[in-house]
């Protein structure tokens, strides 16, 4: 038995700009397990809001291997032990997933089955705009229109301009995706009041994670589902989430496993809130993990393959804005 991991280099379709930072391309890892039952492949999606780097990835990875003893990852308690030492989130997702397809037809089980999920589905997902300049919003819409949900990077600067601007070209429902760009809750709520009539669906978290009391008081406040990002990652305090948002969004790469993302998943629904699946800028090999909540969730937003120019795998198929499992 064997595990490494690759490097591979994703050129972007646009340049993907949030409010926090941009891009060209992303470098991400493909993670493969030789094994007499098969080869199994991950993917490790870095995310540098989290500490995540190619380096970093790298150094805590090679550190991992030089200790593992892969023959005794014979179950899943046995595998959660091993990655106890494992700090970065992607790279714990990365290397438990490979480990669980493993495990899971060592079993004679499907992936699915093995963690007691529901049937991946056919789902609609939203697609992505990252921060643009005005005068490129209609010819990046043009594409777009079987999408019935669009996810729109705004910031406090270019936000009310950008959508006004989308709101001319396209009736898709909005999703509006602030990656923590308001610092302020009356300079945010000014922002929202140019919201009306524009078909939103959800805002997702206008503030930084640390502005808990600000979210409780614009949740009492706003008009719109507010969606948690930021705010949870591979633990979530949901008594204190439940009076923060109306929503989550479980990212793999960010919950750094599918164990915990299958938890987090059901915890929600205990205190109310529903669930998206989100992603990060990923090949097919990362959102085919994604694909297996896809019956768990009442939003989805599985496009990261969508934004990659050379996306090698296709192990997901999108027509019409919906996605299936290859």
């Keep these: 038995m064997k595990l490494w991991i690759e490097k591979i280099h994703l050129d972007l379709k646009v340049n993907w700009k949030l409010s926090r930072n941009q891009t060209i391309f992303k470098e991400n890892f493909i993670v493969h397990l030789e094994t007499p039952i098969g080869h199994f492949r991950s993917e490790i999606a870095p995310n540098i809001r989290y500490g995540e780097t190619i380096e970093n990835i790298s150094a805590e990875f090679d550190l991992f291997n030089a200790n593992l003893n892969l023959k005794s990852i ?10 106890q030492v494992v700090k970065l989130h992607a790279l714990r997702f990365g290397l438990e997933s490979v480990m669980l397809s493993y495990l899971a037809k060592l079993h004679g089980r499907d992936l699915t089955s093995y963690l007691g999920l529901v049937a991946p589905q056919k789902v609609s997902t ?24 669009l996810k729109i990077k705004v910031n406090a600067e270019t936000g009310i301009e950008m959508l006004r601007e989308i709101r001319k070209f396209s009736k898709a429902k909005i999703r509006v995706d602030a990656n923590e760009g308001w610092n302020n809750l009356e300079d945010y709520l000014t922002f929202e009041n140019t919201l009306q009539g524009m078909n939103i669906e959800l805002v997702e978290q206008p503030f930084p ?39 989550v969004n479980i990212k793999l790469m960010k919950t750094g496993s599918l164990l915990k993302a299958r938890d987090l998943l059901i915890e929600a629904k205990k205190y109310g809130l529903e669930s998206m699946m989100g992603c990060m800028i990923e090949t ?9 909540f896809s019956g768990m969730v009442e939003y989805v937003d599985l496009d990261g393959f969508l934004l990659v120019k050379n996306e090698p795998f296709h192990l997901v198929n999108e027509a019409e804005g919906h996605l299936t499992l290859s």
């Design 284 to 292: 097919t090999i990362g959102i085919s993990y994604g694909m297996l």
């Design 209 to 247: 994670a640390i502005m808990r009391e600000e979210y409780k008081e614009l949740k009492k406040r706003t008009i719109y589902k507010l969606l948690a990002d930021e705010s949870i990652e591979d633990v979530g305090d949901f008594s204190e989430l439940s009076k923060q948002f109306h929503a």
């Design 74 to 83: 014979n179950s899943i308690d046995a595998l959660k032990d091993s990655l």
């Design 126 to 149: 939203s697609f992505s705009m990252p921060i643009i300049p005005v005068n490129e919003i209609e010819a990046y819409l043009k594409p777009l229109e079987r999408f019935e949900s």
